[in-house]
């Protein structure tokens, strides 16, 4: 009996040794496991942000190999708005304005942090590049010498654009919606379903000159800015953002955002497309 004790506390050691091994060993496992989760984020973006975010997405899994993103949608803010209340649901959505936005935010859709503004943006008329139309102000653009196009009323850049022409008397509503063309410009305008629309129709010469953000005429090239519009004639062109409530991967697209406003890397990129960050 005497000689059975050390034996049975050397095998009870053994086993607390073999014991802290494996629970060593487990909670390494658990954390390398979670360390390598694989998250992939599904981005919903005005279609302005199309090139800086697809830079920015890949710029980020760099730094990050474990984050990739899913066929990211860009279109005009208010045709966001319709996929969302229609049962889409990204992890993230970025607006050209404040109003889409609302819009989400009041059918319950955001997570628990407001949206926040992300980006700003300035309002400018366009011409093509070989056009013999020289700087110009907004009277000018409107004094009737001058076919024109804007977005229409689901495009942002189209609803600050009637917005500045209602400060010359060429739109009837000051909310830049559900007014009229009037004035020297009645029946020159012509309204388009997105930015790049209005581009390619001042690019082309189908029109003299396009409405569209100073972003839009870096991205699609072809033209030339004419004239920057006050500040004072719109409202702020900013791009608010917001997680959505039903994100699987809300912490993830969080973060990602972060670094949207963060990172060198990413100011980098907004800037080398014509967007500022916003204070």
């Not at 009870?12 to 496992?29: D, W």
């Not at 870096?218 to 791009?239: E, F, K, N, S």
């Amino acid at each position: 009996m005497e000689r059975s004790k050390p034996r049975t506390r050397k095998a009870v050691t053994i086993l607390a040794i073999v014991v802290s091994l494996l629970t060593a060993c487990l909670l390494a496992g658990c954390s390398n496991s979670n360390a390598q989760e694989k998250v992939e984020l599904e981005i919903y973006a005005a279609n302005s942000l199309t090139d800086a975010m697809n830079e920015a997405q890949e710029a980020y899994t760099k730094e990050n190999p474990n984050v990739t993103f899913k066929d990211s949608q860009y279109e005009a803010s208010g045709t966001l708005v319709q996929k969302i209340e229609a049962g889409g649901m990204p992890d993230i959505f970025i607006s050209a304005n404040k109003k889409n936005m609302d819009k989400v935010v009041e059918s319950g859709k955001i997570g628990e942090d407001e949206p926040f503004d992300l980006f700003a943006n300035d309002l400018v008329i366009v011409t093509a590049e070989d056009s013999d139309i020289d700087e110009l102000d907004l009277a000018q653009a409107c004094d009737g010498s001058y076919t024109i196009s804007v977005g229409d009323k689901n495009v942002p850049a189209g609803i600050y654009a009637k917005q500045a022409l209602y400060t010359v008397g060429c739109y009837t509503s000051e909310s830049g919606t559900d007014g009229q063309i009037t004035g020297p410009i009645k029946g020159k305008v012509t309204e388009a379903d997105k930015a790049g629309s209005v581009c390619s129709y001042a690019q082309s010469g189908e029109v003299d000159l396009g409405f569209v953000y100073s972003s839009d005429a870096m991205r699609y090239g072809g033209v030339r800015i004419v004239c920057t519009l006050p500040a004072d004639t719109h409202q702020p062109i900013v791009y608010p953002a917001a997680v959505l409530k039903d994100s699987a991967h809300a912490e993830a697209a969080e973060a990602f955002l972060s670094w949207c406003q963060e990172s060198p890397d990413a100011q980098k990129i907004w800037q080398k497309w014509g967007f500022e960050l916003t204070e």
